[in-house]
């Protein structure tokens, strides 16, 4: 018996890509799996290829109506949806710095963020950095800045180029609420030294230290009488 055995799960934009592999190892997990394709061509395209393994539904999930259908559609076809994996979709979330998020006011676009960059030598996401702050469960691939930031149980790292492995962990943290809420804790409290005035105060104490540490060089005392001297002979001279 699967993991997901008598579960229904959702991907959408599960027609290519990761989100296609995620929905074949669910499926191998033993759900019911259900597919979104955008236009009518990927839809026509996905139906014809893997009509046979999944439900796929056409959805433009940027779209709010086209959600409801997607959902009503859902509830017809099945009796319960127990997974939703948010592959493809747009997420409306009002800016606010990250200093002014707290753990019930952070964003809710998806209990897990997934960051797959595909080269280790990725030194910066802002992203990655953002989701860390706003206190989410997080998997990614073991670039630079992932790598330290999700130290120590902060979140999960997979290998480069292994969508299989990535799919895998993401069943086990959606499956596990006890775990994915530990993780997500970890991460928000780490990053409160990340956010705005905690960085600009760390800036300024550099300054201070800085400008403490250095030496004024002592300047050479020029008296009044030989600049006056100087001055005088430049204009005999002239």
Do not use: C
């Amino acid at each position: 018996m699967g993991k997901l055995t008598g579960k229904t799960a959702l991907v959408t934009g599960g027609n290519s890509g990761i989100g296609l592999a995620t929905a074949k190892l669910f499926k191998q997990e033993g759900a019911n799996v259900i597919i979104t394709a955008r236009s009518a061509e990927t839809y026509k395209l996905a139906v014809s290829e893997y009509g046979k393994q999944f439900d796929v539904i056409q959805a433009d999930v940027s779209k709010f109506s086209e959600i409801q259908t997607l959902m009503a559609q859902i509830a017809s076809r099945h009796k319960t949806l127990d997974v939703v994996f948010a592959n493809a979709g747009v997420a409306e979330v009002e800016p606010r710095p990250l200093g002014t998020i707290d753990e019930d006011g952070r964003p809710r676009t998806s209990p897990v963020y997934f960051t797959p960059y595909r080269y280790e030598a990725q030194a910066v996401s802002g992203t990655l950095a953002y989701a860390l702050g706003a206190g989410k469960a997080i998997i990614s691939t073991p670039y630079w800045h992932a790598a330290e930031l999700l130290a120590d149980g902060r979140g999960e790292l997979v290998p480069f180029e292994d969508p299989a492995a990535l799919a895998d962990v993401a069943i086990e943290l959606l499956d596990n609420q006890a775990a994915r809420e530990a993780m997500r804790r970890r991460a928000y409290l780490y990053a409160r030294h990340m956010v705005w005035d905690r960085v600009a105060q760390s800036y300024m104490q550099t300054f201070v230290r800085a400008s403490a540490g250095r030496k004024q060089p002592a300047r050479a005392a020029f008296p009044v009488q030989t600049a006056q001297k100087n001055a005088t002979n430049r204009l005999v001279n002239a």
